[in-house]
């Protein structure tokens, strides 16, 4: 394995909007990584756009969530063999800038990165019931995994070797942000946070309503509990 070789895993659904300039962007700012798309069954030219632009595209035949193509994507690259993994969404939300910190971490040792919107000084901005919800969950978190987690639910985040292989083996079915968290520390592996920058989103609405937040905070919490009686 190359320990230089580094993918971007774009996450997309019904992205055709912004998914080319988002593409784009990532291959002029940070030429040394190659980028794969995981289109998750989109229905409309998210796939066509992404090619377009130079993006790798892995498509699923219909749309199987988050946690698939996260699976996907670090499968990809396990069975290509990249040394490192950055995820970002391909709603043009991640700002590229970013990138260089979560690489320098996972250059560093650090096995699984996870870029904080509240780590440090932060401007990024959400609703009150979302900033609950994050404090909450973060505190549990920090608790199940003896480490302290600012931002649980982050899907800008960055996967080293070790993690590759094993997330591409045994990866969450629901909510992989925080149960990945919690799995690899209960794996022993090395794990961080750096601030981020987030922006907002290109096109497109969160799909998050207040009942469908404290459903999510509600399974999260049980998923975390369940997983850390689990045998490692």
């Known amino acids: ?10 996450l997309a659904y019904n992205e055709e909007e912004c998914i ?14 190659d980028v794969l798309v995981v289109d998750d069954g989109s229905r409309d ?15 699923h ?4 969530g988050v946690a698939a193509g996260e699976a996907s994507g670090l499968l990809y690259a396990s069975r290509h063999g990249y040394a490192q993994v950055i995820r970002m ?14 690489r320098e971490a996972l250059q560093s040792g650090v096995e699984l990165v996870i870029g904080s919107r509240f780590a440090g000084v932060t401007s990024f901005r959400s609703t009150w019931l979302r900033r609950f919800g994050n404090r909450f969950l973060a505190g549990l978190l920090s608790t199940l995994s003896r480490q302290r987690i600012t931002d ?6 960055g996967f080293g070797p070790q993690a590759i292989r094993f997330f591409a083996r045994t990866h969450p079915h629901d909510y992989p942000e925080p149960e990945s968290v919690l799995m690899a520390a209960r ?20 799909s998050l309503t207040p009942w469908k937040s404290a459903f999510y905070m509600a399974k999260v919490s049980f998923a975390l509990l369940m997983e850390r009686v689990r045998p490692v």
């Open 89 to 102: 969404d391909g709603d043009g939300q991640h700002d590229p800038a970013s990138v260089p910190a979560l």
């Open 20 to 33: 080319g300039s988002t593409v784009a962007e990532l291959r002029e700012a940070l030429p040394d990584l």
């Open 61 to 64: 035949p219909f749309n199987l």
């Open 1 to 10: 394995m190359d320990t230089r070789r580094g993918l971007i895993v774009l």
């Open 45 to 59: 030219q998210t796939a066509d756009h992404a090619r377009a632009a130079g993006a790798h595209v892995l498509t």
């Open 152 to 157: 649980p639910t982050s899907g800008f985040r």
């Open 187 to 206: 794996q022993g592996f090395p794990i961080a946070e750096v601030a981020v920058r987030m922006r907002p989103r290109l096109t497109g609405t969160s």
